[in-house]
C-alpha cells in the first residue's frame, strides 16, 4: 500500500493551490483520510480529516479556507486550499488509517508530503 502525494507549489498570498492523495495497493477498506502538515523544527500538526461516512474535521487554522473532500471509488482525498497566507508555507502530507487486502488489522499509511510555499 502506498499514498502518493501531489499538487504542491509556490503561490502568492490570497491564491489556491488543491493537493491530491492516491492511496493504491491491495486495499480493503479506508476509515479516516486527512492531511497535515510540518515545518522545519515544528511537530506535524492536523490541518483535516474526513472519516468515512462524511464527517470532516478542520484546524481553526484553516476553517473557512480549506476544504477537504473524498472520492472513496478512487481511494484519493482532496484539499482544496483557498486565501493562502504566508503561515500555511509547509510540507503537506496526506495520511490514511486503513485495512489491507488480506489483513484483519488496520494501519496508518503516510504519504511521501508536497512541498507549498506561500510567498510573494
Known amino acids: 500500500v502506498q499514498l502518493q502525494a501531489s499538487g504542491g507549489g509556490l503561490v502568492q498570498p490570497g491564491g489556491s493551490l488543491r493537493l491530491s492523495c492516491v492511496a493504491s495497493g491491495s486495499i480493503f477498506s479506508i476509515n479516516d483520510m486527512g492531511w497535515y502538515r510540518q515545518v522545519p523544527g515544528n511537530l506535524r500538526e492536523l490541518v483535516a480529516v474526513?472519516?468515512?461516512?462524511?464527517?470532516?474535521n478542520y484546524a481553526d487554522s484553516v476553517k473557512g479556507r480549506f476544504t477537504i473532500s473524498r472520492d472513496n471509488a478512487k481511494n484519493t482525498v482532496y484539499l482544496q486550499m483557498n486565501s493562502l497566507k504566508p503561515e500555511d508555507t509547509a510540507n503537506y502530507y496526506c495520511r490514511a488509517a486503513l485495512r489491507p487486502g488480506g489483513s484483519d488489522s488496520w494501519y496508518i499509511y503516510w504519504g511521501q508530503g508536497t512541498q507549498v510555499t506561500v510567498s510573494s
Open positions: 474526513t472519516i468515512n461516512g462524511g464527517d470532516t
